[in-house]
């Protein structure tokens, strides 16, 4: 899937209908900034030459509220500039989301895109680290937590080349365990935590659940090209001290289920994230 956004003019798009309701808008692109299709008639601010929503966020929103489909309250670690808050927010119009994020570019643009969507009544980002012990002390537990990591400890890659995009590649603000630590802590109980990594990094995220006492119960894969090994694990996890201490073992956890391509090996469009993509308001793409 190109790392470029759906168009947003129009009720529709190549045949595609539009679902779910049509923001006030009110707020427009500064330069170097662009506004565009998310869900549906949603749409988000991003830099034009800056950190961009992605399939990473696409499979983390879909993945958390389809496993945890009723959550009241969502929190989203790390949440750069909104997409997977958003996306959540589209799917589950009940729920209040709370977000936060260390940039403060990025913060600006999710506040834009949530005041544009007319979602300020529900989604509340917060400008911190989630490493904080005492982040959302005055908020309560989350049903459903969210994360997007970054892949790479520093050193491992080269940055990118715009500053907004490193901490979103490299762990400068803290690694999938720092998230797996915070969603342990700010769970309810019974919540779901979901995130994605690398399925070349398997173990290490595996490991990052467990030793915050979370147990993986659902695991997909996505492959990005038909024939090509490399792609994305994505997980939804719960604490093991709120399951039987057997289920483990009876469940056979995780469940790994049947692996997502996103592109054959021509590049078109596989039908399995044509479908994820139709669940969360973005045009399927075939």
Not at 193 to 220: I, T, Y
């Amino acid at each position: 899937m190109p790392r470029r956004s759906a168009p947003a003019d129009g009720p529709s798009f190549k045949g595609w209908t539009r679902p779910g309701p049509i923001p006030p808008g009110g707020v427009a692109p500064e330069p170097g900034e662009t506004l565009d299709g998310i869900c549906g008639h949603w749409r988000i601010f991003q830099l034009a030459k800056g950190n961009r929503f992605s399939v990473d966020d696409l499979v983390t929103a879909w993945y958390g509220t389809t496993w945890c489909p009723r959550p009241g309250r969502i929190a989203d670690l790390g949440s750069g500039i909104g997409s997977v808050a958003l996306m959540a927010a589209w799917r589950c119009p009940g729920a209040e989301i709370h977000t936060v994020e260390a940039q403060a570019q990025s913060f600006r643009l999710a506040e834009k895109s949530i005041r544009y969507n007319g979602q300020s009544q529900r989604i509340f980002p917060r400008l911190g680290d989630l490493r904080d012990p005492d982040l959302w002390a005055d908020q309560g537990p989350f049903d459903l937590v969210l994360g997007t990591p970054p892949y790479w400890p520093e050193g491992r890659r080269l940055p990118a080349s715009h500053s907004q995009s490193v901490p979103a590649r490299l762990e400068v603000r803290g690694s999938i365990a720092d998230y797996a630590l915070a969603a342990a802590r700010l769970l309810a109980p019974g919540g779901l935590f979901a995130c994605v990594f690398p399925n070349d990094q398997r173990d290490r995220a595996l490991a990052a659940l467990r030793g915050a006492g979370l147990l993986s119960l659902h695991r997909r894969e996505c492959i990005f090209k038909e024939g090509e090994p490399y792609g994305l694990d994505v997980f939804a996890a719960a604490r093991q001290a709120d399951l039987p201490g057997d289920f483990e073992s009876r469940a056979q956890c995780p469940e790994v289920e049947a692996p997502i391509r996103i592109r054959r090996a021509d590049g078109s469009v596989d039908p399995g994230i044509a479908w994820i993509r139709l669940a969360v308001g973005f045009p399927p793409g075939i």
